[in-house]
């Protein structure tokens, strides 16, 4: 390509993105929808502005993929990983195998050869990893049942590729007629003849490598790359980082995508994770919008305009039967209602795995260029359809189910010192927000949902919309300077990820926190927090006291019960956090122990009868109980 075509060819890339995006969006279609549109009006089928150099574009681009699934396995540490094996491989597995059934069989009635029908079937029973978790991310369903059980479908058929490129030569017309040997195909790598066990010793190698390095190696390189200083280098280093890992697996044969995944799993623990994030995260996003565009461009409009009631219809039939396998296995795994119509729509389009199959299978004879030509249209065109469906899911089938979610770009924060940041402010940081300002207090508060900061302005707070977990935000937000920072957000993972970022880059702010969980209370007790509380613990005792009091109990007795369970609830948080790693049935034996322990500790305080009917409040006990009470829990 030369530079003039080069400069020419990223113009019109960037400058349809710039103008169908944004419109797209506002739409209600989502950014997907807005790149693939981008592609098709620029492609060689309608304006002619990209021709045969888009496909060396989306080459380029399907590194977009890979990135993602490096920022995801980042988000996944590995006991996450393997508590989600069920989903993985049970629901991911049976997706695979019954879509790839039922498309083959259709595949075959129609006039395909067995081995073209499996090849078809294993094909097209792929989705878009691409497609899916970006739409999913922007609707903020990625922790919802739908996301996750998405996520684990999508990861179980890109560890599916690599078995499917391995048995597609096998399914040759000419290896099943003639009797060649093509599972003992020679491979190539760095010149050296490769086959067989070889090749699988170094598949494991390579694997075995990246963990080892991952886990006790990579820290180390980082921490001198951040002893530069220099903010670009890193960037360059992370890069580094994802490409050597893709290019690692991709010349032993397997999926670099798979590869980047591993590498950041392994990685999910690094101190630097968030940096590793931070700086990928841009060029993903737009490689990501290449390859999107790409895909749109490569649509053959002059096939479907030459036999459009083909194409329909197979495209029709490919999400019909992806859709009820994936509607039957969501109610199979438990995934009910609206989840499960979201979670089957999702998944019901071909993915970009598939452009690679498919070649690959007319390579090797098992597929016409006819039928890989029709394939490839219908593959693209039920990814460009698949952001209609979901709206379609949206606005008729489920309203009340799943809203779109509004997006708006982070407000400017003033450049006022406060001593107090709150990040995170719904029902529990406004409460806290209200009492603090209350007492003269200034604050910068942070909160991610737009719809609820414009109704908080309305009622006079000062709420900037932005993502507390961004060390850029946290650092315009003022953390330099502030004394203390309250975590308030209800997401546990967005909690941790906020706090690590602050004792990282700001080991003088007093970090407050909310905890939503004995499972986040432990985390917390890790971090060494200056102070949480578990955000329902005091309501639902001060709401019992009300219950105790209208069942006769005296008011000071009730409010001692419930001093009595709060102790005992504090000092079983700390007792139980050292054995929360350990055997599950050592904690679930030390739990059990403390339930019985406090049923004691209550049966002593009703066998107490000169306790029970003093009936006046003791001033000295009152005032102990008030100084424990307001004591912060990790004292205890």
């Given at each position: 390509m030369h530079e003039q075509d080069f400069f020419q060819n990223a113009l019109v890339y960037l400058l349809a993105a710039v103008i169908s995006v944004p419109i797209a969006k506002r739409l209600g279609f989502g950014s997907v929808l807005g790149y693939l549109l981008a592609g098709m009006i620029i492609g060689p089928f309608v304006l002619g502005y990209i021709g045969s150099e888009g496909e060396d574009v989306m080459h380029l681009a399907e590194f977009g993929v890979v990135m993602m699934l490096f920022l995801i396995g980042l988000e996944l540490k590995p006991n996450l990983l393997w508590g989600m094996r069920r989903s993985i491989f049970g629901l991911g597995g049976l997706q695979l195998l019954l879509s790839a059934l039922v498309i083959g069989v259709v595949a075959v009635v129609l006039g395909q050869s067995i081995g073209a029908g499996i090849a078809i079937g294993l094909t097209l029973g792929l989705s878009s990893t691409a497609i899916v978790l970006q739409t999913l991310a922007e609707k903020g369903l990625m922790k919802q049942a739908s996301g996750k059980a998405s996520f684990s479908v999508l990861l179980l058929q890109d560890i599916a590729v690599v078995p499917i490129l391995a048995l597609i030569p096998l399914l040759a017309g000419s290896a099943l007629s003639q009797g060649n040997d093509t599972s003992h195909e020679v491979q190539y790598i760095a010149g050296i003849e490769i086959t067989g066990w070889v090749q699988v010793a170094l598949m494991l190698t390579v694997i075995t490598g990246i963990v080892v390095v991952g886990l006790y190696l990579v820290k180390y390189f980082f921490r001198i790359i951040a002893r530069t200083g220099m903010r670009e280098i890193f960037t360059a280093a992370a890069l580094l980082l994802v490409i050597a890992t893709a290019g690692l697996m991709e010349l032993v044969g397997l999926s670099p995508a798979l590869g980047a995944f591993l590498s950041g799993v392994v990685l999910a623990n690094n101190e630097y994770r968030h940096e590793l994030e931070a700086d990928i995260e841009p060029f993903k996003g737009l490689l990501l919008g290449l390859f999107f565009i790409s895909v749109g461009a490569s649509m053959n409009f002059g096939l479907l305009g030459s036999s459009p009631g083909m194409i329909l219809s197979l495209l029709a039939a490919l999400i019909g039967i992806k859709f009820?396998?994936?509607?039957?296995?969501?109610?199979?795994?438990?995934?009910?209602?609206?989840?499960?119509?979201?979670?089957?729509?999702?998944?019901?389009?071909?993915?970009?795995?598939?452009?690679?199959?498919?070649?690959?299978?007319?390579?090797?004879?098992?597929?016409?260029?006819?039928?890989?030509?029709?394939?490839?249209?219908?593959?693209?065109?039920?990814?460009?359809?698949?952001?209609?469906?979901?709206?379609?899911?949206?606005?008729?089938?489920?309203?009340?189910?799943?809203?779109?979610?509004?997006?708006?770009?982070?407000?400017?924060?003033?450049?006022?010192?406060?001593?107090?940041?709150?990040?995170?402010?719904?029902?529990?940081?406004?409460?806290?927000?209200?009492?603090?300002?209350?007492?003269?207090?200034?604050?910068?508060?942070?909160?991610?949902?737009?719809?609820?900061?414009?109704?908080?302005?309305?009622?006079?707070?000062?709420?900037?919309?932005?993502?507390?977990?961004?060390?850029?935000?946290?650092?315009?937000?003022?953390?330099?300077?502030?004394?203390?920072?309250?975590?308030?957000?209800?997401?546990?993972?967005?909690?941790?990820?906020?706090?690590?970022?602050?004792?990282?880059?700001?080991?003088?702010?007093?970090?407050?926190?909310?905890?939503?969980?004995?499972?986040?209370?432990?985390?917390?007790?890790?971090?060494?927090?200056?102070?949480?509380?578990?955000?329902?613990?005091?309501?639902?005792?001060?709401?019992?006291?009300?219950?105790?009091?209208?069942?006769?109990?005296?008011?000071?007795?009730?409010?001692?019960?419930?001093?009595?369970?709060?102790?005992?609830?504090?000092?079983?948080?700390?007792?139980?956090?050292?054995?929360?790693?350990?055997?599950?049935?050592?904690?679930?034996?030390?739990?059990?122990?403390?339930?019985?322990?406090?049923?004691?500790?209550?049966?002593?305080?009703?066998?107490?009868?000169?306790?029970?009917?003093?009936?006046?409040?003791?001033?000295?006990?009152?005032?102990?109980?008030?100084?424990?009470?307001?004591?912060?829990?990790?004292?205890?």
């Open positions: 009820v396998v994936l509607f039957i296995l969501g109610r199979v795994f438990g995934i009910r209602g609206g989840q499960n119509t979201m979670f089957a729509f999702s998944l019901a389009q071909g993915g970009e795995f598939a452009f690679v199959l498919v070649a690959f299978s007319a390579d090797n004879g098992v597929l016409t260029t006819d039928t890989s030509a029709i394939l490839f249209l219908v593959v693209a065109l039920s990814m460009a359809v698949t952001p209609l469906l979901l709206l379609l899911n949206d606005k008729v089938i489920m309203p009340l189910v799943f809203k779109s979610e509004n997006t708006r770009e982070e407000d400017t924060i003033d450049d006022e010192e406060t001593p107090l940041i709150i990040a995170g402010f719904g029902r529990f940081g406004v409460v806290l927000g209200r009492f603090l300002i209350a007492n003269g207090m200034s604050a910068t508060i942070l909160d991610d949902n737009p719809e609820n900061i414009d109704v908080l302005r309305k009622f006079g707070f000062k709420v900037y919309y932005g993502d507390a977990s961004r060390a850029d935000l946290l650092a315009s937000a003022g953390a330099d300077k502030a004394k203390v920072l309250i975590v308030a957000v209800d997401d546990q993972q967005k909690s941790l990820k906020i706090i690590d970022l602050a004792q990282r880059n700001y080991p003088h702010l007093k970090i407050l926190a909310r905890s939503v969980s004995m499972k986040h209370s432990y985390e917390l007790l890790d971090r060494k927090v200056d102070g949480f509380e578990r955000d329902m613990l005091e309501s639902s005792l001060l709401l019992g006291i009300e219950a105790l009091t209208h069942l006769g109990y005296k008011r000071y007795h009730a409010h001692r019960l419930a001093h009595t369970f709060r102790k005992h609830v504090r000092k079983v948080l700390h007792e139980l956090h050292k054995h929360h790693k350990d055997d599950e049935k050592l904690y679930l034996s030390e739990t059990n122990r403390h339930a019985l322990e406090l049923e004691e500790i209550f049966r002593a305080e009703k066998e107490d009868r000169g306790h029970g009917l003093d009936s006046s409040w003791d001033v000295s006990t009152r005032r102990k109980e008030a100084e424990e009470t307001n004591r912060p829990a990790q004292e205890e």
